[in-house]
């Protein structure tokens, strides 16, 4: 087993991952910026080493320095967490170069899901359906012909299109076309937001599914065999970028579900993948599953996972990279109950949920049996502008999904907040509404102006049980004498 870890990451991936670890009997070093010096991370780890100034680009991505404090402390093993350079080829790749353990799949296999476009001909060689869609686009001309000609080629490929960056991520750097006249345009934005963003000209362009779910499989491989630990949901999102994340899913149904797995594991066992990742579908209203994009790191809400599965991902991922095979068959992984999780952000949901940093005065998340709370910060502590402005995952479980909600509500309601603007009561407003209740969702109700009008139930419907219920509050009140209060109010 590693004895020493670094982790080049923070905030609360970095904290969770020095847990397990502690766990493991592994020693831990945490790496930190200006901004970080007294953050929970470096508290918590057991030994810290500063790796430059607070933007990114100065400290977490500095691969140079990252490394040299890995050789200082004699850390034999780097974990990069999500985000920063867990996705970095070249990064993989310094680490093992520098004779380190890097805690993630091979830099090759990195490389090739990094690209989009090369990752979808890889998955759709392995078996697994992928969007209609185009191959590497770069000449505008040349792609206006081949999406012609797919447009007449294939029956599956047709309006509306979404145009991609084959390098993109974060949700970040996509259009949808309506019809054939904003094609052009929509190429060549698309295209310089992808130089500008990703600094990589290439796009595609994939049939647009609409109202669909983003249902993604969580694997784990090491190198030689894999399994699948289900499926989480992820299709309450705003601008692409998801804001509550549930597994198992509660909308596909079970043959579509088996298929999606039974895919999944196939083609990473036939990639000889190792470590922990996540293959993410767009499905259809009809169930029809396409595969997007694979993620070659542990994932945000991964969580959500480990509390139906039971199993700790962060401590597969260490004992695989220590060179262990995989401890479970398909069949020990049972699904236990229902989990849910919320990300909650120092962001203002009235601003387009423009980030919202500063001094996060006094946090108290109350205990409650069910509820884990992954988080960075306890307060007083400043929300630095710097990163991600998130405050914690909360995750609920429970036995069945409808109390998992509720649980999730309660639980957001007693949470004390002071000091920031965060997204707590949109998180709350969102468990209240019927189509999370009753889990009949997709990836653009958030983006409707009208998702709080609860718009999977007929304006009439609505309207009769609004009349029924002020009828029968009228009755209810004329039975019973009126109390002071009530006789002012009717009285001003
Ligand atoms: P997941 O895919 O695990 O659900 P996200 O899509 O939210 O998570 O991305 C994981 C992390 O990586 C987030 O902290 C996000 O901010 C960051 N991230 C992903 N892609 C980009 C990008 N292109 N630019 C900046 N940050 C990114
Ligand atoms: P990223 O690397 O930015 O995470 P993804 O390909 O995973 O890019 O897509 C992010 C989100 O964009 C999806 O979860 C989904 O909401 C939406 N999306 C992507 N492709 C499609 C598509 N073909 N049809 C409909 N929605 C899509
Ligand atoms: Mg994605």
New binding site residues.
């Given amino acids: 087993m590693i004895k020493k870890l670094l982790i080049a990451n923070r905030g609360e991936i970095a904290v969770r991952i020095i847990r397990s670890a502690k766990e493991l009997g592994i020693k831990t070093v945490a790496v930190y910026s200006d901004a970080d010096k007294n953050a929970l991370h470096v508290r918590e780890a057991d030994e810290a080493v500063w790796v430059g100034a607070n933007e990114s680009q100065e400290s977490y991505l500095r691969v140079d320095r990252i490394l040299e404090a890995a050789k200082k402390t004699g850390a034999e093993a780097i974990h990069p967490g999500?985000?920063f350079l867990s996705e970095k080829e070249a990064f993989a790749e310094s680490v093992q170069k520098a004779g380190l353990i890097f805690v993630g799949p091979e830099p090759e296999q990195i490389r090739r899901m990094g690209d989009k476009v090369e990752a979808r001909a890889w998955i759709s060689e392995l078996g697994v359906p992928i969007v209609p869609g185009t191959g590497a686009l770069q000449d505008i001309d040349q792609a206006e012909k081949e999406v012609d000609a797919l447009l007449k080629s294939r029956p599956d490929f047709c309006f509306p299109l979404l145009v991609k960056a084959s390098g993109g991520?974060?949700?970040?750097g996509m259009r949808i076309v309506k019809k054939r006249e904003e094609l052009r345009q929509a190429l060549e934005r698309a295209q310089s937001e992808a130089q500008k963003?990703?600094n990589n000209p290439v796009i595609f362009v994939e049939r647009y599914i609409e109202e669909p779910r983003h249902i993604e499989v969580q694997v784990l491989g090491d190198g030689e065999s894999a399994i699948h630990l289900f499926e989480r949901e992820?299709s309450l999102q705003r601008r692409h970028?998801?804001v509550f994340e549930e597994a198992p899913s509660p909308s596909l149904n079970s043959s579509a579900r088996q298929k999606m797995l039974d895919v999944s594991v196939q083609a990473v066992t036939k990639m000889g993948y190792r470590s922990a990742g996540t293959l993410e579908f767009i499905v259809s209203p009809d169930d029809d599953f396409y595969f997007l994009e694979m993620?070659t790191r542990i994932?945000?809400?991964h969580p959500v996972t480990e509390a139906i599965t039971g199993v700790d991902l962060i401590a597969e991922q260490l004992r695989i990279a220590s060179g262990e095979k995989l401890r479970f068959k398909q069949e020990d992984i049972q699904v236990r109950g229902h989990a849910i999780e919320a990300r909650l952000y120092a962001e203002d949901p009235d601003r387009q949920f423009l980030p919202q940093p500063g001094k996060l005065q006094f946090l108290r998340f109350p205990p409650y049996a069910g509820i884990r709370v992954d988080s960075g910060v306890e307060s007083p502590e400043v929300i630095t502008p710097f990163y991600?402005p998130m405050i914690a995952k909360v995750i609920s479980w429970a036995p069945e999904r409808s109390q998992a909600v509720a649980k999730m509500k309660q639980f957001l309601q007693k949470t004390q907040i002071e000091g920031l603007v965060t997204n707590r009561a949109f998180l709350i407003e969102v468990c209240e509404t019927e189509y999370f209740k009753t889990g009949r969702y997709h990836t653009g109700i958030l983006e409707n102006p009208n998702w709080r009008r609860e718009p999977l139930i007929p304006a009439e419907i609505y309207a009769l049980a609004c009349l029924r219920e002020h009828l029968q509050t009228q009755s209810f009140e004329s039975t019973r004498p009126l109390s002071a209060w009530q006789t002012m109010e009717r009285s001003t």
């Fill in positions: 999500y985000g991520g974060g949700g970040k963003a990703f992820c970028q998801k993620n994932q945000v809400e991600d």
